[in-house]
């Protein structure tokens, strides 16, 4: 006797969702949508940007964050994409993988929407921690340790699904390294240019920073300097530095 | 006519248009009515991302230093291509190497469009930092990269296509070789004054007979050794066309290096000529700036402006 009853929406999520990021077809064979991993980062990612916002949304001006942040983390991932893909597809024809494009972006893809659901799976984890009641520190903290957990998940699946083509060509290594690093180079940017997406204590709550605009690895640069510098580098004057004692 | 273009920038970059039979024939398929306007598009784009960052600045000559910057970049490559096309071209004759003149242009239009294709497809990159930073030096070593980056793909491209056409050189080369000492060897077979010889009969109980050698002792059959001759010499043919390859292979690598190291002479001075791209904040807008100093100094002084801030 068969079951006509609907499957259950956790048999749907593992059809529809997982099973096609993690192999690119449902688990009936046809091909997954290309839509679902643009969808995945908008729903999965906004998911987690609310969780993240939400660290001591007590006054309603701080409640503003929580959609603040629901749309700028997909915001992040897919700008970052689109302004990454034209060098992408042109490198990866010069250096003749034109045909495999299309495998390539689908596995980059199914890493976005790994990391983005990786991401919405630890939201209630961050929610629960802010609930414990951490202070703005420890929360940036905790999503710079949520981001590189779900980074590695993303990375693993990307991976996957990457490796036939890495079986075929060592050309799609190099292919692979660059997106990483185009893609590393202008998302922290492009996190740095949309923040804040925690909310510093005592400054107003916008959908960007109110400021002159900067740059994120200008900023590190000067820290870095600025810490060197205190610790005695860069020093005209070698003598002022206390010495090693002789032995 | 620009879709058709485009077309045929997709095939160049997917090195259809610089194929070895092609080269074998003498015919590097790129067509100079649609490469270089799609040179002038492409450093256009690019020049036009570079451009921006005048903008955020938002003063007097910004819009005119944008404007400036997409005029100047292609130009930049395409200047530089005709202040060293005569050595380029010369250098490349006297080397050994026989590109004709049009196929010398071709090749070398070819890799500027692949550098700047490459360098446009970057432009996003470049126009999101630009939009998005106020530090100049920043910007100077962006686009010091990424036009690096496009660069090298670019001598990728000009190094292929240079052993494509080396080895299908070489290979015919060779093949000519060998047929004229196939005739020289055989002049009486080649021209059938002598019978065919019949294919030798094995006798049922025989031991089968050694393809290559007769026993001792035995009469070789003629056409088993006429086999074997041109075996032997098919061999010391294609160990000729071995030799012949890397031999134009170096050739190749050489004329490369020498195209680079004058390509890259003139084409950072000629950028330092035709500067600013980029536009200093600092400074008004002029269309050229005095001419001193050069290229080297001047990315040496952002280095050391970026990292120690004086």
């Known amino acids: ?247 | 006519m620009v879709i058709n273009w485009f077309k045929q920038l997709d095939e160049l970059l997917r090195g259809e248009r610089v194929r070895g039979d092609l080269l074998l024939k003498g015919k590097i398929d790129l067509d100079l009515k649609a490469f270089v306007p799609l040179s002038i598009i492409l450093g256009g784009v690019y020049g036009f991302f570079m451009g921006l960052y005048a903008l955020l600045a938002w003063r007097a000559g910004s819009s005119m230093q944008l404007l400036a910057t997409t005029v100047k970049l292609p130009a930049l490559f395409l200047l530089t291509l005709g202040v060293t096309f005569p050595s380029l071209y010369v250098f490349n004759a006297l080397v050994g190497c026989r590109m004709t003149f049009g196929a010398t242009i071709r090749v070398l239009v070819g890799a500027i469009v692949v550098n700047l294709a490459v360098a446009a497809s970057l432009g996003p990159i470049l126009g999101f930092f630009s939009l998005s930073t106020t530090s100049y030096t920043f910007i100077v070593l962006l686009n010091v990269a990424l036009l690096g980056i496009g660069g090298i793909v670019s001598l990728g491209f000009l190094l292929r296509a240079l052993r494509a056409l080396a080895r299908s050189r070489a290979y015919s080369e060779a093949a000519d070789d060998a047929e004229r000492a196939m005739h020289s060897q055989y002049p009486q077979q080649q021209h059938s004054q002598a019978p065919p010889m019949p294919p030798p009969i094995p006798s049922p109980g025989a031991p089968p007979i050694n393809a290559g050698f007769a026993r001792y002792g035995e009469q070789e059959d003629p056409a088993r050794a006429a086999e074997r001759m041109r075996q032997a010499m098919a061999t010391a043919a294609a160990r000729r066309a071995e030799q012949q390859v890397a031999r134009r292979e170096g050739v190749a690598n050489f004329i490369l290096t020498i195209w680079v190291v004058i390509y890259m002479l003139v084409g950072t001075q000629m950028g330092w000529i035709l500067r600013p791209f980029i536009g200093n904040p600092s400074s008004e807008f002029t269309w050229f700036r005095p001419r001193d100093g050069s290229f080297f100094t001047a990315v040496w002084g952002a280095m050391h402006h970026f990292f120690f801030g004086n």
Not at chain 1, 2 to 9: G, H, L, Q
Not at chain 1, 59 to 81: D, G, Q
Not at chain 1, 107 to 134: C, E, N
């Open chain 1, 1 to 247: 006797m068969t079951s006509s009853r609907a499957p259950s929406p956790t048999i749907r999520f593992e059809d529809h969702l997982l099973h096609p990021i993690l192999t690119g077809a449902r688990p009936d064979g046809a091909r997954s949508r290309w839509w679902v991993y643009p969808l995945t980062v908008l729903i999965a990612g906004a998911i987690y940007g609310a969780a993240m916002g939400s660290w001591s949304a007590g006054t309603s001006e701080r409640m503003l964050l929580i959609p603040y942040a629901a749309a700028k983390v997909p915001l992040v991932v897919l700008a970052t994409t689109l302004i990454c893909l034209p060098g992408y597809f042109v490198l990866s024809t010069v250096v003749g993988l034109r045909a495999d494009f299309r495998a390539a972006i689908a596995a980059i893809a199914a890493g976005q929407a790994a990391v983005t659901l990786a991401l919405s799976s630890l939201a209630p984890v961050v929610r629960f921690v802010y609930f414990s009641g951490i202070g703005h520190g420890q929360a940036l903290l905790l999503s710079v340790a949520m981001f590189t957990l779900a980074t590695c998940v993303g990375y693993a699946v990307m991976l996957r699904r990457y490796r036939p083509l890495l079986a075929k060509s060592r050309r799609h290594r190099v292919m692979l390294a660059a997106w990483i690093g185009m893609y590393i180079f202008v998302g922290i940017q492009m996190g740095w240019m949309l923040r804040p997406f925690v909310g510093t204590p005592g400054m107003p709550v916008t959908f960007v920073r109110q400021e002159p605009l900067s740059n994120a690895y200008v900023a590190v640069g000067r820290i870095v300097v600025q810490s060197l510098k205190e610790l005695g580098w860069g020093e005209k004057d070698a003598t002022d530095r206390p010495s090693r004692p002789y032995r």
